[in-house]
């Protein structure tokens, strides 16, 4: 079946610090990967996508890459910001009938 | 602004009782999908609507069920309502594309905050 494990948190950082959350997936066929962010008291709204094998998603700093052959799509970030500080989503969508999210990873920058 | 609508952003009821949640959904958007995001248990997925047609369930408790109307609005119905049912509720919609029907994106609401007293 599909399903999604991503690294679990919290994760704290100072600012301008590099951030990475693993993210890696099984999957039947060929499924399209994406990051989302929550932030407190929001909906989730979706950071980046990839829709096949090597794609690269990126948004506002933000980029994973597509990784068939170790089944993952990890978010990195260069230099967090305190405004960084959210819960973010790993998710795939398979032949449509669903979104598989992972658990999140609450994500606090402190100055 | 996702451009999906929920309605009420804010809910509070005794248990037993019986609510209705509201969603509209992305104009041209024909999927529809209902979450329960509760603290101790992450985001869940309940289930998808597909142009007024059930396509998945997850796990949604039989005494929940939910519809999706000809104007492609959906609503979520909670019935005997427990404790345990406090949570957000988000709605979510997609466009389905080409022949093999893959997703594109989710877009989400703001979310039903859904409190049980």
């Known amino acids: 079946g599909n399903s999604v494990t991503q690294m679990e948190g919290p994760v704290t950082l100072s600012e301008e610090a590099f951030l990475t959350i693993n993210c890696t997936y099984t999957a039947t066929g060929y499924p399209s990967l994406f990051w989302y962010v929550q932030y407190p008291g929001e909906g989730l709204q979706l950071l980046l996508k990839?829709?096949?094998?090597?794609d690269k998603g990126s948004n506002k700093g933000f980029e994973a890459t597509y990784r068939k052959e170790t089944t993952s799509f990890h978010l990195e970030k260069g230099s967090v910001q305190v405004s960084d500080s959210a819960v973010y989503f790993c998710a795939l969508s398979d032949n449509g009938n669903q979104f598989y999210f992972g658990t999140g990873t609450s994500l606090t920058v402190i100055p | 602004d996702s451009g999906v609508t929920q309605t009420p952003k804010h809910l509070i009821t005794a248990t037993g009782q019986r609510v209705t949640l509201r969603c509209s959904p992305r104009s041209g958007d024909l999927s529809v999908y209902w979450y329960q995001q509760s603290l101790d248990q992450g985001l869940q997925f309940l289930i998808q609507?597909?142009?007024?047609?059930?396509?998945a369930k997850g796990n949604i408790l039989e005494r929940f069920s939910a519809q999706q109307f000809p104007d492609l609005h959906s609503e979520l119905n909670l019935s005997s309502l427990e404790l345990g049912d406090s949570a957000l509720y988000f709605c979510?919609?997609?466009?389905?594309?080409?022949?093999?029907?893959?997703?594109?994106?989710?877009?989400f609401g703001q979310g039903t905050r859904l409190t049980v007293v």
């Open positions: 609507y597909y142009n007024g047609e059930e396509r």
């Open positions: 979510a919609s997609s466009v389905l594309r080409g022949q093999g029907l893959m997703n594109t994106e989710a877009f």
């Open positions: 990839a829709t096949k094998a090597d």
